[in-house]
C-alpha cells in the first residue's frame, strides 16, 4: 500500500504561469512531512519541512502547505530554471527517521 | 552541499560478482540510509544505520547488506550482483533529532551486465 501519492506525474508550464503540485500520504501518525527538488543526474535536495496542518513554508517562488491528508507545492510566476523532479516524502511518527517517498512530479517550465 | 561523497560515481560489474558501494559523511549525523531510485518506483529505502554496528532493514532488503564500523562510512554490498540491481544508488544522512529531514549525495549509477 503507497503511503505517498503524488499529483500529477509531469506538469509543462508556460514561464509566468502559476501551478500547484499535491502530495497525498496515509500514515498513522506523521512525525514530518518533506519537499525535495532533483535535478537530472543529481542527488535529492532538500526544500522544506512541515510538521503539521495548517503549516506553510516560503522559499522563493516555493510555497507548501499541509492538511491532515495532504501537501501542496505552489509554484508562482515560474521560471525555466525550476524545471526539475519535486519530491515528497513522509516520516512516521512511530518509526526511525525515515523517509517514503512519492514517486514524484517532473515540472518542465518553458520560457 | 552537505558532507557527503558516495564512491564510485558509476559502475559496470557483471551479473555474480559482488560489489561495494561507499558513502562517507563529514558531519557525525548519528542516521544513515541507502536507497535506490528507480523509474515509476522512485526513492526506495534498502538498509539504514542508526549508529556504529547498528543497521535495519528498509522495504527493499533482499540481495544487499550493509555495515557501518564508523560513524562517518556506510557500505552498501551487493553480494552477488543481479540485473534488477541495475539502479542509482544515493546515500543520505539525517541527524535525526530536532530537524529530521535527510541531506542526499550525489549517487551511484550502478549497470549490471
Known amino acids: 500500500e503507497d503511503q505517498v501519492t503524488q499529483s500529477p506525474e509531469a506538469l509543462r508550464l508556460q514561464e509566468g504561469e502559476s501551478s500547484s503540485l499535491n502530495c497525498s500520504y496515509t500514515v498513522s501518525g506523521l512525525r514530518g512531512l518533506f519537499w525535495y527538488r532533483q535535478d537530472p543526474g543529481k542527488g535529492p535536495e532538500f526544500l522544506f519541512t512541515l510538521y503539521s496542518a495548517g503549516e506553510e513554508k516560503e522559499k522563493e517562488r516555493l510555497k507548501a502547505t499541509l492538511t491532515k491528508k495532504e501537501s501542496f507545492l505552489h509554484i508562482t510566476a515560474p521560471k525555466p530554471e525550476d524545471s526539475a523532479t519535486y519530491l515528497c516524502?513522509?516520516?512516521?511518527?512511530?518509526?526511525?527517521?525515515?523517509?517514503?517517498f512519492g514517486a514524484g512530479t517532473t515540472v518542465t517550465v518553458r520560457a | 552541499d552537505a558532507g557527503i561523497t558516495q564512491s564510485p560515481r558509476h559502475k559496470v560489474t557483471e551479473t555474480g560478482t559482488p560489489v561495494t558501494l561507499r558513502c562517507h559523511q563529514t558531519?557525525?549525523?548519528?542516521?544513515m540510509y541507502w536507497y535506490r531510485q528507480d523509474p515509476g518506483h522512485g526513492l526506495r529505502l534498502i538498509h539504514y544505520?542508526?549508529?556504529?554496528?547498528?543497521?535495519d532493514k528498509g522495504e527493499v532488503s533482499d540481495g544487499y547488506s550493509v555495515s557501518r564500523s564508523k560513524t562517518e562510512d556506510f557500505l552498501l554490498t551487493l553480494e552477488s550482483a543481479t540485473s534488477s540491481q541495475t539502479s542509482v544508488y544515493f546515500c543520505?544522512?539525517?541527524?535525526?533529532?530536532?530537524?529530521?529531514?535527510?541531506?542526499f549525495g550525489q549517487g551511484t549509477r550502478l549497470t549490471v551486465v
Open positions: 544505520s542508526y549508529g556504529v554496528k547498528d543497521t
Open positions: 543520505a544522512i539525517s541527524a535525526g533529532t530536532g530537524n529530521t529531514e535527510a541531506f
Open positions: 516524502a513522509v516520516q512516521e511518527s512511530t518509526s526511525p527517521p525515515k523517509l517514503s
Open positions: 558531519e557525525n549525523h548519528r542516521y
